[in-house]
């Protein structure tokens, strides 16, 4: 069977690292850089699959973590998958739940064997080991399964980085023989904190494994961005072109263009769904919050460039009344106008990468982004 997950290289940028690709998956095939919506619950909040259809979303995010411990994994298999209990035919590509029991579990404690925890939901003693993360995905049915892994917290000292990266190369190594599906894509994951000689073993030891495609992970943790430019310009060089790098939990449109520009493929983040919810919505000028005074008689769209429902057909002044007025459709329309900016941002980035002119596109890009973004 040919792998479920291929990556194909359509464009190398002759300046830089970027690249433009298409990525197969038994759910279809997607373009990159591409731009992958988190629907942490089985859900990206507040949109329907036929509405991140028409906005070009093409692989979606879920999560093993949240999933396992409501409603579990068997019922999701009863329910004939993800795909089907979810109602979205394109990509699924599921985290393996390490980085949520540390960012949201209580009480983990970590041993060679997986991780022991209590539930953010009930505070129910549970328990997430390489195995028990592969069979949750292999349940679940998502089309890219990502290796269970430590994200190595920021900052923390090299011995530990350096025990815990060569423990996450084990873990990779009990997922590859724990996997069971043919037609699921199980991604390893580069971690090794913020050392240079960490993430280059931690690359060379999970590309003798031969993996489809490769996370970055241990990034976007509260690192300096110069900090994670560098840990990137150390990692993508030493991953195999012909296979898909995934940078973990990235990000807004400036972290886009630098990680592209250093080889990176794909990306995710809460970020734009998120901060949509509490009216704060994504232009190139940067942010604008459309639930502000200063927007209560301003009758233009959020953007007026912007081609999506919201902004052809709604006012700042339509929509900060909503969110006034605690309306959900307020943070319905600013959702969709967050994730088809990043989405159009991507499809034109790789318009550029193609045409031999990102470097132009970068240069334009920072001409509106403020640079004091944090
Ligand atoms: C926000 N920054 C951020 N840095 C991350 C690092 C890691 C990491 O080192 N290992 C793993 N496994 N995941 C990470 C994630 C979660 C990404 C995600 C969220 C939701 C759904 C699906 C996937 C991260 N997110
Ligand atoms: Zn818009």
Redesign the pocket.
Known sequence: MTDAIRYELVKQCAHTGARAGILHTPHGSFNTPMFMP?G?QATVKAMSPRELTEMGAGII???TYHLFLRPGHELVAEAGGLHKFMGWDRGI?T??G??QVFSLGDLRKISEEGVAFRSHIDGSRQFLSPEIATQVQNALGSDIL?AF?E?VPYPAEYDYAKRSTERTTRWAERCLKAHSRADQGLFG?V?GGMYKDLRAQSAAELTSLDFPGY?I?????GEPKHLMYEMLEHTTPRLPTNKPRYL??VGTADCLVEGVMRGVDMF???FPTRVARNGTTMTKNGRLVVKNAEFARDLRPIDPDCGCYACQNFSRAYIRHLFKADEIFGLRLTTIHNLYHLLDFMRRMRQAIIEDRFLAFREEFWEYYPKEEN
């Open positions: 988190v942490t995010l879920s999560n590509l985290d393996s390490g980085f990502m892994d994200c994951i971690q996370g992970g241990g990034l976007s943790v973990m939990g995710d983040c809460v």
